[in-house]
Nanobody, 124 residues
Framework: QVQLVESGGGLVQPGGSLRLSCAAS????????WGWFRQAPGKEREFVAA????????DYADSVKGRFTISRDNAKNMVYLQMNSLRPEDTAVYYC?????????????????WGQGTQVTVSS
């Protein structure tokens, strides 16, 4: 099984930046994609970004395209989410997830393992 631990969340002012990290351990060789999701209070969990472990191909939600960048470091088993130009509506708990199936998925049930989440708050 894969274990995921997110870090890097915090409080940031609008327009600011944060970099989230996701440390993966365990049997990562079966993972095809890594994804980031977020869940704001009272809302459904939503897709943010995904990256293919082997090729580095990426997929982004329209709401973050051009502001967020997902990356991975295969040697360190790390996945990152660089978030720039943050807005109050980006406030949420951010989750890292592992997908075993081929191809990208923007649905929660497309991912088999989840981290515990890290809180991001964008406020002045």
């Amino acid at each position: 099984q894969v274990q995921l631990v997110e870090s890097g969340g915090g409080l940031v002012q609008p327009g600011g930046s944060l970099r989230l990290s996701c440390a993966a351990s365990g049997r990562t060789s079966n993972v095809y994609n890594w994804g980031w999701f977020r869940q704001a209070p009272g809302k459904e969990r939503e897709f943010v970004a995904a990256i293919t472990w082997s090729t580095g191909n990426t997929d982004y939600a329209d709401s973050v395209k051009g502001r967020f960048t997902i990356s991975r470091d295969n040697a360190k088993n790390m996945v990152y989410l660089q978030m720039n130009s943050l807005r109050p509506e980006d406030t949420a708990v951010y989750y890292c997830a592992a997908r075993y199936g081929v191809g990208f998925s923007r649905k929660q049930d497309g991912y088999g393992r989840w981290g515990q989440g890290t809180q991001v708050t964008v406020s002045s």
